[in-house]
Nanobody, 123 residues
Framework: DVQLQASGGGLVQAGGSLRLSCVASGLSFDEYAIGWFRQAPGKEREGVSCIRSDDGNTYHVDSVKGRFTISSDDAKNTVYLQMNNLKPEDTAVYYC????????????????WGKGTLVTVSS
């Protein structure tokens, strides 16, 4: 079975940084894109970033470009999301996700969801 274990959320002030981690098991990074979605109160779940470990291709939604960076450590079966210069609008539950699609940009492309980790950014 596939498991995606997300961690690293917390409460930070605007301008601060967090690093989220997603440890994946039961799937091959060669076959799945791994990504991060987030859902804020009153908002739809949004694709934030994803990575294809076999070729290193990455995607970041425009609102986080230049601030968030996704990376992977294949030896540790782990994907990271480094979040810098956090803004209050980044506050959301962040979900690690995996899908067979080359790039995870919508929830419909997700085959597996991990449990969310809460990121709260105060003003």
């Amino acid at each position: 079975d596939v498991q995606l274990q997300a961690s690293g959320g917390g409460l930070v002030q605007a301008g601060g940084s967090l690093r989220l981690s997603c440890v994946a098991s039961g799937l091959s990074f060669d076959e799945y894109a791994i990504g991060w979605f987030r859902q804020a109160p009153g908002k739809e779940r949004e694709g934030v970033s994803c990575i294809r470990s076999d070729d290193g291709n990455t995607y970041h939604v425009d609102s986080v470009k230049g601030r968030f960076t996704i990376s992977s450590d294949d030896a540790k079966n782990t994907v990271y999301l480094q979040m810098n210069n956090l803004k209050p609008e980044d506050t959301a539950v962040y979900y690690c996700a995996a899908g067979k699609s080359y790039s995870l940009r919508s929830s419909g492309a997700v085959d597996y969801w991990g449990k969310g980790t809460l990121v709260t950014v105060s003003s």
